[in-house]
């Protein structure tokens, strides 16, 4: 099967993109839950981290910087 990108072949990246990002954010905000962080302080992290890896970094580091 030939797909090409105007039947709709790009939008798994896109979707997977979607997933990661959700799923990045979920882990930050259990991070910042546990610890006792205000919400405020989330929403003021995840508003600053606009790239993916910012996001990943958020995540996995509770620092969008590092």
Aim: hydrophobic content about 45%.
């Amino acid at each position: 099967m030939n797909r090409s990108r105007s039947d709709g072949g790009s939008a798994l990246p896109s979707l997977c993109r979607i997933a990661l990002e959700n799923a990045f954010l979920e882990a930050a905000r259990i991070r910042h839950h546990r610890a006792g962080d205000p919400e405020h302080v989330l929403q003021a992290a995840v508003a600053g981290a606009d790239k993916l890896m910012k996001v990943a970094a958020l995540a996995l580091f509770g620092d969008a910087g590092r």
